[in-house]
């Protein structure tokens, strides 16, 4: 699957609130009744960027008592981002109903 449509995936399962990795792959998994999937292998590259672009934060929770977790959230321009992806996907999706003719 190509990075771009990873990243929408991920700031998707993002939107509602902060997740760890497997929370993240079920989600996208769910959501889309497993239309869409991340192995965890392609899954933790694309936070990584993400947490790199400043589109997603990373903090650790959990601890003595449970198990250390890495949560990731959506900071503003992440959500300004995925704002700009929507906007795009949604104009992508009525040009492509126009060309085959509004049978999509």
């Known amino acids: 699957m190509p990075e771009a449509k990873s990243s929408f995936l991920v700031l998707l399962a993002l939107k509602d609130g ?44 959990g601890g003595e008592d449970s198990k250390r977790r890495r949560v990731y959230t959506l900071t503003r321009a992440g959500h300004k981002s995925l704002a700009d992806e929507r906007e795009h996907h949604r104009q992508l999706g009525l040009a492509l109903r126009g060309l085959a003719g509004g049978k999509l």
């Open 18 to 61: 902060g997740k760890h990795g497997y929370q993240i792959a079920r989600c996208i998994s769910e959501r889309s009744h497993g239309f869409f999937s991340l192995s965890y292998g392609a899954l933790y590259p694309v936070l990584h960027k993400l947490e790199q672009d400043g589109l997603v934060e990373g903090a650790w929770e």
